[in-house]
């Protein structure tokens, strides 16, 4: 992981790093002290450049991987569907969940998304899941107060009260 500035910085440092092996007969180990890195990670480079005849293989290359399903414009629709609600996008609640905003892409935009992985497209839009309290919706917090007050107390066991008489021993 490149901890050390921005990818094109990077690559001038390893091409620099090389040219000072190849062009300028430096050591590995003082290249290494310049430009801050490993001794084996200048040793790799080198090799990598094939000895400064190939710079363009120190270049960042993209990580691999699948390309969004969604692009910019459809995301940033699919951001403000979301923020509508579902209601808005016909739902009966107001509750988005996993299956549901699966069903908005599928039907907005024709690309099929398995509920476990939107959390993941949700974060990258910069949004966040949401779970909901789980309570039933007959829930009377006056009644269950009063209970609590009340009731409760008269049926609670309490410790009992001992003397240093009852003590075995």
Same mark, same amino acid.
């Given at each position: 992981?490149?901890? =050390?500035? /921005? +990818?094109?910085?990077? +690559? ?7 040219? *000072?092996?190849?062009? =300028?007969?430096? /050591? ?14 200048? =040793? ?6 094939? &000895? ?39 739902? *009966? ?27 993941? *497209? ?14 039933? !919706? +007959? ?6 107060? &009063?209970?609590?007050? &009340? ?6 066991? !309490?410790?009992?009260?001992? !003397? ?6």
């Amino acid at each position: 992981m490149n901890t =050390q500035g /921005s +990818e094109t910085s990077a +690559e001038a440092v390893r091409i620099r790093a090389v040219r *000072l092996v190849c062009d =300028q007969g430096w /050591s590995t180990e003082d290249v290494a002290q310049a430009v801050g890195r490993s001794q084996r990670s200048v =040793q790799l480079w080198v090799q990598k450049s094939r &000895h400064g005849k190939k710079p363009e293989q120190l270049r960042t290359k993209k990580a691999p991987g699948m390309k969004p399903k969604l692009n910019k414009t459809q995301r940033a629709k699919l951001i403000n569907l979301l923020r509508k609600g579902p209601v808005a996008a016909g739902f *009966l609640s107001q509750l988005w969940t996993g299956p549901r905003v699966a069903e908005l892409i599928k039907r907005e935009f024709g690309v099929s998304y398995h509920a476990n992985y939107l959390p993941a *497209l949700l974060r990258s839009l910069g949004m966040t899941v949401q779970r909901p309290k789980s309570r039933p !919706s +007959e829930r009377n917090e006056k009644v269950i107060a &009063h209970w609590v007050n &009340h009731r409760w107390p008269a049926i609670k066991k !309490s410790p009992k009260t001992r !003397s240093l008489a009852d003590l075995p021993g």
